[in-house]
């Protein structure tokens, strides 16, 4: 095997994917039992099957990943199930989009052809991003037998199995409740499945004239009400004031007319009004807002549905406004107050609007029966299991939001008004008061007079006849269940519950759940419920909770901002290890990543760094003799047996950061630190080994080949281990082809090898005496540059104040400064010339002679590096001086922007102290 001049990622990608999945790299089975071999387990966060890949897509799943390869390789039976999720409205409304432009609709089709072009659209695209997970390398073994979807047979059997347990519980029922009702989707959504967002609006202050009864009966001043939704005050039932309320409470009791209408609505007094709020009077509207609709309850008031489940105008909100849309309700609506001199102030307002998750349309507030389900009780062994320490949370600030979520968790809308899903397995007798038909749009209301009980059963086991009258005339519940349902079954119906499987058995509990913190209370909660309540434990051990990938700026990426990176252009330009390397340095526990192109470039230069310095070592190997690369195969093979050689300073110190590197990586891998495991790989590869070791490598006298390049093929093959977790491509091939030169060529992938395991302790005498060399090595090159000494040209060079503990030191390694620092020779003990130029050290000064610098020449360059740094900081501290801009930028850019307002102060400093040495 030969390396190429340059490192080109698309072969490399393309052979070892082809590699992993004929050797089944990927594939897992139960070993004897749990007990005497704990795996390690995740089950993926399972993508929808719309989905195409993104950013949040990659960072999730590379963490999954590394985790997974760092355990096969510490010996662990590593299991990463793959699936995805059916998506629910999310998938239906790509289907309608293209029946929409068919010049079609879903009920023209009828439920049964809706779903069969369902299925058709799943099985032609629904496996697109697991494809594209592949070729990010991810070690899922995506066998088609092997890959679960919510909606498959195993699924569909477990949702209904525990449907069936918690209706037999009693805690699925239906009731009538305010609910967020979709209007784009058509369906109910859950409280977290409204997101909140500020949009600029406007509240309007609106006159309700005092009635006082008779005929005509309006009197003096009425209660000014403020609103946002001047629309829904069609269906006002009162106005409410705090009781407390000194402007106000003079009021209760007494009524008012409603504007626009002839009705008459009392005045309330009622707590849950904020007397901050506008005017400090408001109007209730018990059919369209939940605050209202609990107003209702406790003061008895009607409930007037004005807006419909199609976002318009119901009969009851009048002739003039039937069969509006909400918005341009609210405008004619508006317009006529003002026409009636009832419109006493209009001002700009920004305020919160609850949308729904996937369209972002605003949310409408309405009264509907729905499927709920009783979450109190599995809270309760929820909020239990975890203070026990039975779920922890990386980082552990999570905790607390998700304890609070469970303590004041509110009953679950199951339901859903689509037909993509798990259909609600509840049959009705058409005879029953109790029916399926209730007010929605397309569906028909139909009553029964007879008390007969809904009843279990799935389509293919429905029930014979009804329980109470005996008629054969049953039909199914037309609604589906919430797709968040089968996701809360997900970390064990992955293994086949409710069927007792080996795989059951031997993987649930899994290790570690992976996720977003936008889905703590959708999924993670939900799952941990749902596994208390049919499994008796919790699904996972750990749960480790990352940000979400925002651009530079620190903005939400979105295409309406123009500001998305696609992640699949990222590694077509970069290659995918180089993405992958880039996300996993930034990536926090728990925080958000501004993420650039900045970043993965230098990614691609640390794997150009790699691989350039592993072809520089094959071809050292290549000319050694055959007998020294057997010697040398044999370190890499039993790396112990090089601390028994009369090893130098050099020596000792990079196997000392080696081990020190294998240890520190090993426990941030462990403790779900990734970011921190890859900046001390790189750390020590890039500038201890490579910057450093390698080329004091060059300098070892014939004798000493076979240990130095010893330690060189140790320390390069097990940092590849190290970074094959996170770098899986680049590593594979490096790894492959260091193996083939040294002559222990194997069939066996770099998964398949074990974690280095180096047991040297760092020696502290060894870490400071080199630390000293290379600052003294640092300096003098330093210097060279500062003073213009062209790159190739060796210098005088003197020392000054150093100790004779340190001259010992300096005369031990003189040769790592001679050909480092390109210096003419040992000068130790002379006098420097006068006027030489120095720089000091806190155990050395160093002098370069005058002679050995063109003074004008050096004078002009630095005056105008001066003149352009001084620019640079007076710009970067007006920035730091501006306290708008400080309050108001992300944390790491004000970081930033200290850090190099800190660095060019200090060059600066620098500059000037040489310009006075030239003088």
Known sequence: MELPKTYDPKPVEAKWLEKWAKDKLFESSPRSSREKDSPFVIVIPPPNITGALHMGHALNNTLQDVLTRFWKMRGCE????????????????????????????????????????????????????????????????????????TMDDVRGKAVTEAFKRLWGKGLIYRGE???????????????????????????????????????????????????????????????????????????????????????????????????????????????????????????????????????????????????????????????????????????????????????????????????????????????????????????????????????????WCISRQIWWGHRIPVWYCPNSKETFSYDRPGMKVEVGDVDCKPMFGTELDRPKQCSGCGSAQLEQDPDVLDTWFSSALWPFSVFGWPDKTKELGYYYPTTVLVTGYEILYLWVARMVMMGVEFMGEVPFRDVYIHGIV??????????????????????????????????????????????????????????????????????????????????????????????????????RWILGRYSQTVQSAKASFAGYRVDESARSIYDFLWGDFCDWYVEISKLSPPEKKTEVFGIVCVVLEGCLKLLHPIMPYITEELWQVLNDKLGKKSEDCLLQQKWPDFGLLPNTQDAESMRMMKDLITAIRTMRSEFGVPPGEKIEVYYDKMENSLYNLYRDNVHLVINLAKVKGDAAGNNPPRNSLQYSLPWVTIYIPRSEVDGDKLKTKLNKELVSLASEIESLSKQLENQDFVSRAPREKVSEIKRRHEEARQRQSRLQEVLRNLN
């Open 78 to 149: 590593a299991n990463w199930v793959p699936g995805t999720d059916h998506g629910g409205i999310a998938t239906q409304n790509v289907v309608e989009k293209a029946l929409k432009a068919e010049g079609k609709k879903r009920n023209d089709l009828g439920r049964e052809k809706f779903l069969e072009r369902m299925w058709r659209w799943k099985q032609e695209c629904g496996n697109t991003i697991l494809e594209q997970l592949k070729k990010m390398g991810c070690a899922l073994d995506l066998r088609p037998e092997n890959v679960r979807f």
């Open 177 to 411: 409740r305010m609910i967020n009702w979709c209007v784009r989707c058509g369906t109910a959504l859950s409280d977290i499945e409204v997101e909140h967002e500020e949009r600029d609006s406007k509240l309007w202050h609106i006159h309700y004239p005092l009635y006082v009864g008779g005929e005509g009966g309006l009197c003096g001043e009425g209660p000014v009400v403020a609103t946002t939704r001047p629309e829904s005050m069609l269906g006002d039932t009162a106005v409410a004031v705090h009781p407390e309320d000194k402007r106000w409470k003079h009021l209760i009791g007494k009524k008012c007319r409603l504007p626009l209408t002839d009705r008459i609505i009392p005045i309330i007094g009622d707590r849950a009004v904020d007397p901050k709020f506008g005017t400090g009077a408001v109007k209730v509207t018990p059919a369209h807002d939940p605050v209202d609709f609990g107003i209702g309850q406790r003061n008895d008031l009607e409930s007037r549905p004005v807006i419909g489940f199609d976002g318009k105008m119901t009969p009851l909100a009048g002739p003039e406004y039937r069969g509006l849309d909400r918005d341009a309700c609210r405008k004619k609506v508006v317009e006529d107050l003002r026409a009636g001199n009832l419109l006493r102030e209009e001002k700009p307002y920004r305020h919160s609007v609850g949308v729904c998750y996937r369209c972002n349309q605003a949310v409408e507030p309405l009264v509907s029966k729905q499927w709920f389900l009783n979450m109190e009780d599995s809270a309760r062994k929820a909020i239990e299991a975890t203070k026990q320490g039975k779920v922890r949370f990386y980082p552990q600030s999570w905790e607390k939001p998700y304890l609070n979520w469970l303590e004041n968790i509110q009953d």
């Open 550 to 651: 925002r651009d530079r700026f620190g903005k939400k990426m979105s295409k309406s901002l123009g500001n998305v990176v696609d992640p699949l252009v990222l590694m077509e330009k970069y290659g995918t290890d180089a993405m992958r390397f880039a996300l996993m340095t930034q990536t926090v526990p728990g925080r958000d990543i501004q993420f650039s192109e900045d970043s993965i470039v230098g990614a691609r230069n640390f794997c150009n760094k790699i691989y350039n310095a592993t072809r520089y070592i094959l071809m050292i190997l290549e000319k050694l003799p055959s007998e020294v690369r057997k010697k040398i195969a044999g370190h890499v093979s039993e790396p112990q047996n090089l601390l028994k050689m009369n090893l130098d300073l050099a020596d």
